[in-house]
């Protein structure tokens, strides 16, 4: 079997998790310039916004990239033809079907990786042709699946059900949680909330000091129309959480919406931060090679002294 490295073009078996739209291309090139993979998350893109996205990180890097397609957007089939146009060789796909673009994909020559929060899944995954499952834990920031299970129990379990590689995702922020999700037999991981907490990442000041400031315990899951999502436990999250349960679905997934532009502008009183719980423990903001680089060599260095 390939390993994850080798599927994905890169050095290290790491993949950037995909982040709305805050995953700018100054943080996916700086991503992939450390020997992991960037990646393009498509929400809220059309093909054309695709395309530009894709120029503007090759302007920046020659190493390899991937996208982020939304599965159950039926705008992601345009962009799967411009990702085979573009030479992209990786996509991850999460939020729908993994039938819904793996036929698509493959045809196209692009290697997949489906995210999924449980085994069952993870089975239907495999069954649709994927060539790795990114096994997501109830600790990441992000939407939730309804009965989310801990990265801890999760991988292992994703590990026995299916044959291709799982990657695991969820509170893997340094060498430990890098060690610890090799030693439940994942072949990569996936990080996400960490990756905000770097020089590129363009998301406002006052957010990031927020998220340093977090401690942990300060994340909560509030319900939404669509799934549930892991924010930071702010003043805004905790007035939603304490609403009654008619009134708490929609003003979450209003606040929800309103993230991205809380992200830019740093107002926090109206959009939700969306973050994981690993939030709680992170320092320090740092280049993101230097993340990726600490991670790994921390991570191997644990791992050779077990
Ligand atoms: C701010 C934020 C936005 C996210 N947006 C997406 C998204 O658009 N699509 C997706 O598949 N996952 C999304 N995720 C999940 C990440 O891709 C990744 O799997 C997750 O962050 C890993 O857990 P961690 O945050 O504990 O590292 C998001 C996560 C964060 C923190």
């Not at 992991?36 to 929400?43: D, K, Q, R, T, Y």
């Amino acid at each position: 079997m390939e390993s994850v490295a080798e599927l994905l073009g890169t050095e290290y078996p790491v993949i950037m998790g995909a982040m709305g739209t805050i995953s700018n291309v100054e943080l996916v090139a700086a991503v992939s310039e450390s020997g992991a993979l960037g990646l393009i998350a498509s929400v809220g893109m059309d093909s054309g916004g695709l395309r530009k996205a894709i120029a503007e990180v090759k302007e920046l890097t020659s190493r390899p990239f991937g996208v982020n397609l939304v599965a159950r957007n039926p705008l992601s089939s345009a962009m799967v033809e411009v990702m085979a146009d573009e030479g992209i060789t990786v996509a991850t796909t999460s939020a729908g079907s993994p039938a819904a673009l793996t036929p698509l994909l493959k045809d196209a020559g692009i290697k997949v990786f489906h995210v999924v929060p449980s085994p069952a899944l993870a089975v239907k995954a495999a069954q649709a042709g994927v060539d790795g499952i990114v096994a997501e834990g109830g600790e990441s920031g992000g939407i939730q699946a309804p009965q989310a299970i801990s990265t801890l129990t999760l991988v292992p379990h994703v590990v026995e059900a299916v044959d291709v590689p799982v990657i695991a995702a969820g509170g893997i922020h340094d060498g430990r949680g890098y060690a610890a999700a090799f030693a439940m037999g994942a072949s990569g991981v996936q990080i996400g909330t960490r990756l905000m907490l770097t020089e590129e990442c363009r998301i406002h000041p006052d957010i990031k000091r927020a998220l340093l400031e977090a401690q942990p315990g300060d994340t909560i899951v509030l319900p939404m129309g669509m799934g549930s999502v892991r924010v930071l436990a702010n003043d805004l999250a905790r007035s939603i959480a304490d609403m009654p349960p008619e009134e708490r679905v929609s003003r979450a997934t209003e606040a929800w919406m309103r993230a991205p532009a809380a992200f830019q502008d740093g107002d926090v009183g109206s959009g939700l931060v969306i973050a994981g719980e690993c939030s709680g423990a992170i320092d320090e903001i740092l280049p993101a090679g230097e993340v990726i680089r600490r991670m790994v060599e921390e991570g191997a260095r644990i791992l050779g002294s077990l």
